[in-house]
């Protein structure tokens, strides 16, 4: 395996630094209830809205993110490893829940999505869950409000 950049072929030199481990205190700030909702009726779907829904929780000395997403089902139900800080956080995958229908996301570890926050505002970049409709696929946009 090597860089991209030529400039970056030279061994011996320092490219990796270690991420610095999650500091729980910094993550609790994100605790609670996140949604979403996209208005479908003017879609080619046959369902009239789809609802995200981001719960973190601390458990066990841990941050979690329970993600579901519904349209008329459960279409998504998901567990997250939160990683990051009080800024940004990063939802990884760590396992499917029942009621899960979706068979696109099942790669243990893959990113869902990330959030950031901003001047009281949160953005989100996507990643393994996204919007249907196009136009709410964009990069750091603000789609989640926070409620709890």
Known sequence: MKPLLYENEESGKIY???EV?????????WIGEYIFSEDL?????????ADYRIR?????NQIYAEVQVDEEKTYIRVKANVRGNENEIRLF?????PGHMCSSINKEGSILLKLREIGG????DWGE???ILE???EYGKKYFEKVL
């Open 16 to 18: 990796f630094t270690k």
């Open 21 to 29: 481990d999650d500091n729980l205190e910094e993550l609790s700030i």
């Open 41 to 49: 009726d003017n879609s080619k779907t046959a369902f009239g809205s």
């Open 56 to 60: 973190i929780y601390r458990e066990d």
């Open 93 to 97: 995958l760590l396992e499917i829940l």
């Open 121 to 124: 505002e949160i953005y989100t």
């Open 129 to 131: 869950i996204a919007p």
């Open 135 to 137: 136009e709410n696929q």
